[in-house]
């Protein structure tokens, strides 16, 4: 094979490589919906739709707070913790009104958070040695509060969980909006560009005077506040607060949505309408899985399959 061959299937490798990472996540998306409305029964019924679209809003929530950390370079662990926080603390004050209880639960998020962003900023942590920290002591804390599942009894969370407007699930409105402002905040404002950069190279923007220890610990508040406000839709849909497992593995979750989005883990770089394709991916993968009764376990090692190859498609790109 001449050196010109050569170069050419490299060249065709490395367009393949950098498609498959700019698009593969909507590919895939394409994929399943194809494979269940061949193989799976009644896929197609607007009921099918609505579950799906109402099960996979808390994971985009919660993505779209993992994309931002994960943009700076960093990670967040303690998502699931802070969603179990949060359904505690909803339950723990719900009895002072629903709107006290969406303030605490949104309080405990944002105290985590800058928990978080205060070890990485000031005390330089690591991101996931800090976070595995307070993901541990979070579901503690949770557990602490409130030990067991409990009924929640409240009208207006239950319409939070169940109402729509126009036909539209409120939950799945309210991920689509929250979706939308993190795109704007990222791409169209200050604090976006500031976040980049840091994720692209942190010593280079402290040389250039931006605020770096400020935008981390926003960062890392606002995954908290998105994180805790996941657990608040989670506990509306499914009327109970229960710390025990809400949330459990939401990090790997949202980790496989973002980094199969297209947000690489090496920082610089967030795509939020890829986040979003990641978390449709993931519910669609979870529910072909159980519609064709396939263990839980099944899941996981799917998601961790698709992770190792969207990390591989970025590393290659990486070394061209």
């Given at each position: 094979?001449?050196?010109?061959?050569?170069g050419?299937?490299?060249?065709?490798?490395?367009?393949?490589?950098?498609?498959?990472?700019?698009?593969g996540?909507?590919?895939?998306?394409?994929?399943?919906?194809?494979?269940?409305?061949?193989?799976?029964p009644?896929?197609?019924?607007?009921?099918?739709?609505?579950t799906?679209?109402v099960?996979?809003?808390?994971?985009?929530?919660?993505?779209?707070?993992?994309?931002?950390?994960?943009?700076?370079?960093?990670?967040?662990?303690?998502?699931?913790s802070?969603?179990?926080?949060?359904?505690?603390?909803?339950?723990?004050?719900?009895?002072?009104?629903?709107?006290?209880?969406?303030?605490?639960?949104?309080?405990?998020?944002?105290?985590?958070?800058?928990?978080n962003?205060?070890?990485?900023?000031?005390?330089?942590?690591?991101?996931i040695?800090?976070?595995?920290?307070?993901?541990v002591?979070?579901?503690?804390?949770a557990?602490?509060?409130?030990?067991?599942?409990?009924?929640?009894?409240?009208?207006?969370?239950?319409?939070?969980?169940?109402?729509?407007?126009?036909?539209?699930?409120?939950?799945?409105?309210?991920?689509?909006?929250?979706?939308?402002?993190?795109?704007?905040?990222?791409?169209?404002t200050?604090?976006?560009?500031?976040?980049?950069?840091?994720?692209?190279?942190?010593p280079?923007?402290?040389?250039?005077?931006?605020?770096?220890?400020?935008?981390?610990?926003?960062?890392y508040?606002?995954?908290?506040?998105?994180?805790?406000?996941?657990?608040v839709?989670?506990?509306?849909?499914?009327?109970?607060?229960?710390?025990?497992?809400?949330?459990t593995?939401?990090?790997l979750?949202?980790?496989?949505?973002?980094?199969?989005?297209?947000?690489?883990?090496s920082?610089?770089?967030?795509?939020?309408?890829?986040?979003?394709?990641?978390?449709?991916l993931?519910?669609?993968?979870?529910?072909?899985?159980?519609?064709?009764?396939?263990?839980?376990?099944?899941?996981?090692i799917?998601?961790?399959?698709?992770?190792?190859?969207?990390?591989?498609?970025?590393?290659?790109?990486?070394?061209?």
């Amino acid at each position: 094979m001449t050196e010109l061959t050569l170069g050419r299937v490299s060249a065709d490798r490395a367009r393949l490589l950098r498609l498959l990472q700019e698009y593969g996540v909507y590919l895939g998306v394409l994929v399943l919906l194809l494979v269940n409305i061949a193989f799976t029964p009644h896929f197609l019924s607007g009921e099918n739709f609505r579950t799906q679209a109402v099960q996979v809003a808390p994971v985009l929530v919660v993505a779209l707070g993992m994309a931002l950390a994960i943009g700076t370079e960093g990670v967040d662990l303690s998502v699931g913790s802070v969603m179990a926080l949060s359904t505690s603390l909803i339950s723990l004050y719900l009895g002072y009104g629903v709107w006290i209880a969406l303030l605490a639960a949104l309080l405990g998020g944002i105290v985590v958070g800058l928990a978080n962003g205060s070890l990485v900023a000031f005390v330089g942590v690591q991101p996931i040695v800090a976070t595995l920290a307070l993901m541990v002591a979070g579901r503690g804390l949770a557990l602490v509060m409130l030990p067991q599942l409990k009924q929640v009894n409240d009208p207006d969370m239950a319409a939070l969980g169940s109402g729509d407007l126009l036909g539209v699930p409120y939950l799945v409105l309210i991920a689509a909006g929250l979706a939308l402002l993190v795109a704007f905040v990222v791409r169209r404002t200050t604090f976006g560009r500031q976040l980049l950069a840091i994720g692209d190279s942190r010593p280079a923007a402290q040389l250039a005077g931006l605020p770096v220890r400020r935008v981390l610990i926003l960062v890392y508040v606002l995954c908290g506040a998105l994180a805790a406000f996941a657990g608040v839709l989670a506990t509306a849909r499914l009327t109970a607060s229960d710390p025990t497992s809400l949330g459990t593995l939401m990090e790997l979750s949202a980790i496989t949505a973002v980094v199969v989005g297209g947000t690489p883990l090496s920082g610089g770089r967030v795509r939020i309408g890829g986040t979003v394709a990641g978390a449709v991916l993931i519910q669609l993968l979870t529910a072909t899985l159980i519609k064709h009764d396939l263990p839980p376990s099944w899941t996981q090692i799917a998601q961790a399959v698709v992770i190792v190859l969207a990390v591989y498609a970025a590393r290659e790109r990486g070394k061209r």
